[in-house]
């Protein structure tokens, strides 16, 4: 089981948007994710006449690794650890600071 999935909202805790919150809104490999709105790159594109896509300086949201993001805990408005409790075979994600479930 993972302890970070899409939608999740999560924060920055390492790197150049240290502190920035955002969702997960991919899942890039084992290690990576895609954060909205954090981590954004400029990526120079050549046009492209046959797709019609002009050409230019394009913003885009890069891969993050998922050691530089932790879980965000809306009670405690803080970072937090990501647990796992199984329960009659079902595993569940809970905050370890609170022991309270994550879904």
């Known amino acids: 089981m993972r302890k970070i999935k899409c939608n999740d909202e ?3 805790i390492a790197g150049k948007d240290k502190g920035k919150r955002g969702t997960v809104s991919r899942l890039v490999g084992k290690d990576k994710v895609v954060i909205g709105g954090v981590n954004i790159v400029k990526r120079h594109t050549k046009p492209n006449p046959n797709a019609g896509q002009a050409g230019g300086i394009v913003e885009k949201e ?9 879980i965000f805990n809306p009670e405690s408005n803080k970072a937090d650890k990501v647990g796992i409790q199984v329960e009659d075979g079902k595993k569940t994600r809970i905050f370890k600071s609170t022991n309270k479930a994550i879904d």
């Open 10 to 12: 999560v924060i920055v």
């Open 62 to 70: 890069a891969a993050i690794d998922i050691s530089n993001i932790a």
